[in-house]
């Protein structure tokens, strides 16, 4: 059974769901309110955050796994974390933008559309850093995360004007 087959067979079972690109023949999944609630984590619902899959079954797009806050999962419960210092990391108020390259040309997509409002508006800022998408080209094989803030996309913080 393929990847792509496997995918549709989580969408089937309603813990993932798919959205069509509307001209390219890719498919965007992510995991859905059903897999949240009934807390049914395996690696293909973890994976599901993002994952954008060619027709043909290739993966066009891998963002980061589902993670999980403290206490919330058997990974992160006190006891099972590792003895080292921590990583602390900042974590903004806005949108998962995953890149995809097709066709020569990097597009964003958010966790779960190819068109939605956040994936234009970070599609729209990325094009202001043309070094960044040759970067981004001559490492075709990378998925580019980026976290897409703009005051139009407040969510709890209010980031104000833009200047």
Same mark, same amino acid.
């Given at each position: 059974?393929? $990847?792509? /087959?496997e995918f549709d067979r989580y969408v089937g079972f309603g813990l993932v769901t798919a959205r069509r690109h509307p001209k390219f023949p890719l498919t965007i999944y992510k995991y859905s309110q059903k897999c949240v609630y009934e807390r049914a984590w395996d690696d293909y619902?973890? &994976?599901?955050?993002? $994952? &954008?899959l060619s /027709? /043909?079954? =290739?993966i066009v797009a891998r963002p980061f796994r589902k993670f999980f806050n $403290?206490? =919330?999962d058997e990974s992160t419960k006190k006891e099972n974390l590792p003895l080292e210092p921590p990583v602390v990391m900042s974590k903004v108020d806005g949108s998962l933008g995953v890149s995809y390259i097709w066709e020569g040309q990097v597009h964003l997509a958010t966790m779960g559309s190819f068109d939605s409002e956040q994936a234009r508006a970070g599609s729209i800022m990325l094009g202001l850093y043309p070094k960044l998408v040759s970067t981004m080209l001559a490492f075709s094989r990378l998925t580019f995360l980026f =976290? &897409? &803030?703009?005051?139009?996309n407040r969510i709890v913080v209010d980031y104000g004007q833009v200047t």
């Open positions: 059974m393929s $990847l792509k /087959d619902t973890r &994976i599901a955050r993002g $994952l &954008i /027709d /043909d079954g =290739e $403290l206490g =919330e =976290e &897409i &803030i703009y005051p139009g």
